[in-house]
């Protein structure tokens, strides 16, 4: 079935710098991808929808410039948080719709998402 | 704007005790609803789905029926195993925007002991 691979699954890195996390659809194209994120003990909040060769659209509250949306081709899209801070310290998770599944009623597929943890 | 409500866990059961976990929405439209499961370490994964009202989604011996009159989606099993221990998220399709994004509840985390 279809499948949604993300990596780095976790990553260490210091206060001010930017990291990069990368969504593959391996066997499907997927024109829009999810970000989400995951705070503890908390629901997934929608940070933004990646379209394929168009700008990302961002939900209210999330920093388009902290957090830098790529959707390349058509089944990549990346995810960077620049000059990263404790507290953007979190679980991202990306995901993506097959569009063969024919509707908005086809599930999304979700990678296993990333575990930032800036120091 | 569109919401989902469960109930807060952690459940607590033994093995093969019954399973009910609330899930309430608020929509404006007509929703589609999931429940997707996060085992430990993982990635989401649909468990069921409804599309209309009056639907029941199953799988794996989970059952959820959409209930328009009450705007629920309780998610039931008859006997939980070990197994089943996992985060559980109650689940909308908004309609609106475009580009039918989910919205989530908080999750409802199990806990199922031998």
């Known amino acids: 079935g279809a499948v949604v691979s993300q990596h780095p699954s976790w990553v260490i890195c210091k206060s001010g710098t930017s990291v990069k996390i990368e969504c593959r659809s391996l066997?499907?194209?997927?024109?829009?991808m999810f970000w989400y994120r995951q705070f503890p003990k908390q629901s997934l909040m929608l940070m933004a929808t990646?379209?394929?060769?168009?700008?990302?659209?961002?939900e209210q509250g999330v920093e388009k410039d902290k957090f830098l949306i790529n959707h390349a081709s058509l089944t990549l899209s990346t995810l960077t948080v620049t000059s990263a801070h404790p507290e953007d310290s979190s679980f991202y998770i990306c995901s993506a719709r097959d569009p063969a599944g024919g509707s908005y009623n086809s599930p999304l597929h979700f990678g296993n998402g990333t575990r930032l943890t800036v120091t | 704007g569109d919401s989902v409500t469960q109930m807060e866990g952690p459940v607590t059961l033994s093995e093969e005790a019954f399973l009910t976990i609330n899930c309430t929405y608020t929509a404006t439209g007509y929703p589609s609803l999931f429940w997707y499961v996060q085992y430990p370490g993982e990635g989401l994964q649909l468990l069921l789905k409804a599309t209309k009202a009056d639907d029941k989604g199953s799988n794996k011996g989970f059952e959820a029926t959409y209930r328009k009159e009450t705007t629920s989606f309780h998610l039931e099993k008859g006997s939980v195993q070990v197994s089943d221990s996992a985060v559980y998220f109650c689940a909308l399709v908004d309609q609106g925007a475009g580009f039918q994004k989910l919205v989530f509840g908080t999750g409802t985390r199990l806990l199922v002991s031998p």
């Open positions: 066997d499907f194209q997927a024109t829009t």
């Open positions: 990646s379209n394929e060769g168009s700008k990302a659209t961002y």
